[in-house]
């Protein structure tokens, strides 16, 4: 017999006592003896009390054995000589993309811009000790995308878009800890994720599918509302049949050269703003209410905010519990923020994205003579601004959380993660009044709802901008794009996808279509 029940275990209960086979027998009313084994299929905290709580769902096996293997079973077949679908970008919606091709009969062709892992790592040491920034190959660029390098976050609210235990299990059929499967808000780490999409790497080469880096697709070639053939780094031609476009949403070149050949997109509503680093143990002791160090049970907290300010959402995203915050720019001239954190959380900041709501329809009627790539535009001309303020450099302009808030320059800032460092500016009157005027309120509400989150311990960097795409790709409910036939848009970059799952979710969909019509 199995049975699944729900335990709740406080913390001082944890740390005396962590047999949760005990306690399941306990609950059940079992002999301890006739339980074979448990399965935690679901672990949680909740901390909104002083004591904090384990939240266990379990599976209680009673006179039964144990289960020995994964009931997901990925079977790749050898597609070397296989009808081919060519798939651009190499990031979470390209890489299932091919895998999903794979299991279905078929050769992916990937073409991406940037290096393998390997590679990419010495570009990214350049922009952050040298300042320089290779557009093909930098925090955004490169095999695995942007979540490559990035805390690996796995939530997903986008439950109904499929199957996202399957996306999980194939992360860890190729590496990943079974811990995945189990927390509520999974997580990988920056420091984990290149050998895992390594193997991914790898699993597509040993079945027969293609991987071209350092190629960039630079030109469509359309011929009676068709794409027909891909123009690589401005000289190769290469016939296609069926196109997935999963190029991600910093892919500006892409977006500017389907505006230039006609071919329909919108712009599309996203956010924008600034990331927030405190030191970890302020957050920590806000939200386990603990005066000194936290428990070694307990993970690096985190946070989620949200504020309505002026009829805009201003909330936290991308929050980076014992974390880094890294330049994530594509240009020179341009400087960019992310956050991101290694597998143990243990760095001794967290950071945050705090960002606003930007609406495509009316917040952008300065650069609505750019049509559908006003936000696009509205993104450079911040970028470029944050790069100016910052000296010019990677350095990025930044700012002490309450004087933010006050109004007033910061004659010091604090210590940071940021490894190309931080010049003072005064980013509350340097924004757009339709960000910063809603962020420093923004962050005013957070302190009320965080008693000690709104401190001068905390630095507010310039500019988190590429939180989502500032472009869709409009697609038929075949997938397809609507006046393009064998064209794929898919994933972040066209606007259906706000994180790895559910890029990878949309690459295993897209997958499926572009086959069905083969």
Do not use: W
Not at 242 to 266: M, N, P, W, Y
Not at 300 to 328: D, E, N, W
């Amino acid at each position: 017999m199995i049975k699944e029940i729900q335990l709740r275990v406080s913390l001082p209960e944890e740390e005396q006592d962590p047999d949760l086979t005990r306690r399941a027998a306990l609950h059940l009313g079992e002999d301890v003896s006739n339980i074979n084994g448990i399965v935690v299929l679901r672990k949680s905290i909740d901390a909104r009390k002083k004591i904090v709580v384990f939240n266990y769902k379990i599976a209680v096996y009673i006179n039964e054995p144990l289960p020995q293997e994964s009931e997901y079973k990925f079977d790749y077949q050898d597609v070397s000589k296989a009808s081919k679908v060519h798939i651009i970008g190499f990031g979470p919606a390209g890489m299932y993309a091919a895998l999903r091709c794979m299991e279905l009969g078929y050769k992916p062709v990937v073409y991406e811009r940037g290096k393998d892992v390997q590679k990419r790592r010495r570009d990214i040491k350049a922009i952050n000790q040298d300042h320089v920034v290779d557009e093909d190959s930098n925090y955004c660029f490169g095999e695995g995308g942007a979540g490559t390098y990035s805390d690996g976050k796995l939530y997903t609210r986008s439950l109904k878009r499929g199957d996202v235990r399957r996306i999980f299990e194939n992360l860890v059929f190729h590496g990943a800890t079974n811990e995945i499967l189990v927390d509520a808000h999974p997580h990988i780490g920056t420091n984990k994720l290149p050998k895992i999409i390594q193997r991914i790497r790898e699993t597509i080469l040993q079945y027969g599918g293609e991987i071209h880096f350092e190629t960039r697709v630079t030109d469509f070639i359309l011929r009676n509302d068709a794409i027909t053939s891909l123009i690589l780094n401005d000289q190769d031609e290469v016939a296609v049949n069926k196109v997935i476009l999963a190029t991600g949403h910093s892919a500006r070149d892409i977006f500017e050269l389907l505006h230039r050949k006609k071919v329909t997109i919108e712009a599309k509503s996203f956010a924008m703003g600034v990331r927030v680093e405190h030191p970890q143990h302020i957050i920590d002791s806000i939200q386990y209410s603990c005066d000194g160090e936290r428990s070694e049970l307990l993970p690096a907290a985190s946070y989620s905010l949200v504020q309505q300010i002026k009829g805009r959402g201003v909330y936290s995203f991308c929050m980076c519990p014992g974390g880094f915050i890294v330049p994530a720019a594509t240009q020179s001239g341009e400087v960019v923020v992310n956050g991101m954190s290694p597998s143990r959380r243990n760095n001794k900041f967290a950071n945050s994205g705090i960002v606003v709501e930007i609406n495509a329809d009316t917040d952008l009627k300065s650069f609505e003579k750019h049509g559908a790539l006003a936000g696009l535009e509205f993104q450079k001309n911040l970028e470029q601004l944050s790069f100016t303020a910052g000296g010019k450099s990677q350095t990025a302009p930044a700012q002490r959380l309450t004087d933010f808030v006050d109004g007033k320059l910061s004659d010091t800032l604090n210590e940071t993660s940021y490894q190309p460092g931080l010049h003072s500016a005064p980013l509350h009157s340097l924004l757009p009044k339709l960000i910063g005027s809603r962020l420093r309120k923004g962050f005013a509400a957070f302190g009320h709802k965080m008693h000690g989150y709104n401190t001068n311990e905390a630095n507010i960097v310039g500019v988190e901008s590429r939180t989502s795409s500032p472009v869709k790709i409009p697609r038929t409910e075949t997938l397809e794009h609507p006046q393009i036939k064998n064209l794929y848009p898919c994933g972040e970059g066209g606007g259906y996808a706000g994180g790895i799952v559910s890029a990878a979710m949309d690459g295993e969909r897209c997958a499926e279509a572009a086959v069905g019509g083969l």
